[in-house]
């Protein structure tokens, strides 16, 4: 990792259909393919994990997003399969483990109030969660703004 | 919007790089262009906004991601300019302004906590932010995973 | 529904006991019986419930009335057996199912406290309920004022 | 206030609508007129105030129903000033002074989070309020369920 | 219950040595018998409970004073038994059950932290407590004022 | 202060009518003067304030009991002169200043609510209270159970 | 214990390695022998326990500390035997037993996030523990700084 | 720094009066003045701060400790002005400060309550302070047992 792949991840972290040659201006490189190459190294150590396209999901119906905390019961091993067994439910899109008196955070996209329920419903019967406090998000700044990060 | 967009996006929404004649198979289109021609009008609409790299922050240096909850004072259009003022600061990859006893939720990817004190030091003498409550994420499972999303 | 509909059930939410040539008036209609058809249809549909009387209740020797919170404890469908069972008590007025950290929000009336304490007794030994948390209320500024509601 | 008039209260505080001459029935009054001549009674003294048709909301295009919690700043006549201008917003259905921690708690009724939002911004602008701490009612299993006190 | 019977008790919650003669005077009774006659039968009637001597436990080596907030676990009679164990050990001066979160609050007067650490060795053992909260006293500005009580 | 003034501290701190005679009984003394002598001695010292008559309160019509919090604002002397002025108001009982995130610890009697009501509209406009949270009585189970203490 | 034994015990608290001789000049001992004496009496007494080295943890790789809460579970002896098992864990420097609602107070240091993960492993499945409470220290002010104890 | 060194401080972090060619023998260094110069170099880097002497402070009449939390005001450098002012006050062992909803957290050694009582009238009117919250410790199982970290 040097200078030059810094910028090359600056670029595609927001746009990864950038012209390779346009890349290769602004990190330095006067090739595309050096551009390519450098590239394909940082898939294969994983630093570049995938392209994805933003979809906007209010766009398309999806208008009840909210911030549930998960309290768990403790146990071995208990944030582990927890952690695992959340992050495949239909409408959870990210699951972090915290330090502190919350223990995850669960951030969920879905149609509406009934869709959230029958999440909740799943939730409630889990073996190993103890409470859950959910929090309507009412305004979204901004989400998955990686230009953020000064590489 | 029909069912065949709703195939198309869920493919792109986990990998934006497969071949339009796969994507065709998939969403019951028999040829690239017609899927070409779908995915140009969702972006026109706005439905796909863009394509980026995922990136694996941890792998080039970044260790310290937290929750920070932001309450803010009220007034006169108080979460829409503090919100905006949120969104561009370094280190703040998403906000969310919520209802309920947190104004807004932070997602935050630093270098270490020295850098999070930087970030910190800016959230505590800007104008309108009366508390601050930073949760570190001790393990992330799963971030921007949208093909929870059921379309 | 159309516009007259709206301005009829604006009129009756308040108070049912106008005569339908005034409603007519307010919504437009020129018949009374135009009116009455109007409800009779929104009464099939189930838009129109019922009609009540409003009861002065400190005016008859009701001057207990609290908020109650309840926690409920978590497992398959919790909250409906739980909301149902809660509905039919004596005093209870309202039961609300909310999203946080509280489960249950009850409105209740009762003559004293002691009358209190006795719903009390049955809340503490009911299947399913963890914790209660009850809030005196001093004064009921207005309660069921529909009118704001801008149909 | 007699029995009789209680069991007359208990049956118009459900429907308004019933024939005096059933309600003579159920309260032991072999007239109709004699029903009548305390229903006005009642009407003179205050103990019935109004007659009102219940609507559900949710069938005419009401989805967002909340408890809010308002924190008021302390001063003379901090709670009646304050209280007086709730009870007029848009959208607040009932406005309750609280003891303990919790002042007021309003129960409010909106097409949707848009609508419930422009509430809150006029909440977040009104001298007095410090803080508001808003829950969304997911499912209402009884409002106004005045039968269920024992007259 | 009268005027002078009020004039009466609100001497003597203050001071129960005053003479009966000089009681006569601030009541309008014109003889002590009538004082005396007086407070017998509020004696009998349980309004006066007993003469006791106010100790300044302070001066005589109890140092320790908290507030002890008690949490129960829900049951039959869950408040009824243990207010009744809690008011009989040793150095727990007042027992009350509130509304609220809270359930019980004891007022404990010890000699030091190691004789109050015996009390909550065996407040943590008995049954049907679920947490406690101690609170210790910095000072004690006054207790027993009754004197504060407009009769 | 030796055994034996213990122990007549032991009885007049629950009844202080009891006859000289017998307290020297109780206590190892064997003339009502020696008793008589040595109570005067600690009335001297402070250590015996003041014999009171303990009233029955609900018995005469006050049936509203609250334990209330008080939070400070910060400032010099601010919990002398605050705790100065809280234990000379009406219906205030004791008023006890604590460690922790609770400042004042008032417990307060009052005819009704609306007695009490005008308590906080005292205690709302006091200069130097932040906040209140009152805590309604539903059950005194002992209060001034001084015999709890062991002497 | 008298003045002198006070002046030596100043200096060695914030360092042991002053010769004796000046100690003697700052307490007012005109000879080492007589510091050597005391220092050697205060030792048999128990009140100096040890001498030790302070280290800088963090120049040596330990940048992760936190305060740590831990809530009990109630019971026999419940404090005494989880105190004993917390002060061996790997990392906990500090454990102290609190009143109020907060059981155990830890300090800890560690390599970084991960080392605490495995401390927090531990933690999670003993016995007596119901819940804990991590915060992540920033900066360290000072740490045994006995210094500010004026003996 | 190497395994020997992390031997040494091993070794001197619980007793650092032992002699040298003991704790030669213990990290495997064959000559006293190895050890020393090791030491000495270690001191020079600032890894190895100060020799001090432990007191048991409970033994010379410090029987009142405490955790106490501080908020602080937000503002430009608000915790460094603030910590430094903490770390000097009398009594005031350790000063922290956290992320999270905690800013400051004092560990404090004092006689009794009210020489602590004078610590908080300090850290009452102290500028940016908003509020503090005392915890009595009751038990202190271990502090600075710096032998608990592997080094």
New interface residues.
Partial sequence: ?DEID?KI?SV??????IELKKIGVISGLNSPSAVSRRIGYMKN?????????????K?????F???TFVRAK???????DL??A?????????????????DF?LYT?NRD?EEY?KL??VL??MDG???T??????????????S????
């Fill in positions: 990792m810094r991840l595609i972290q927001r746009n990864s259909d150590a994983g630093i570049i994990e995938n392209n994805i396209s933003l979809i906007d999901y766009k398309i119906g999806f208008s997003y909210t911030i403790y146990g071995k091993d208990y944030y582990k952690g695992k959340l992050m495949v439910l239909p409408g959870v899109i990210s699951v972090d483990f915290l330090l502190g008196d919350i955070v996209i109030a329920q909740m419903d409630t019967t969660i103890v409470r406090d959910s929090h309507v998000i009412l305004t979204n700044f901004s989400r998955d703004n990686y953020n990060i000064n590489l």
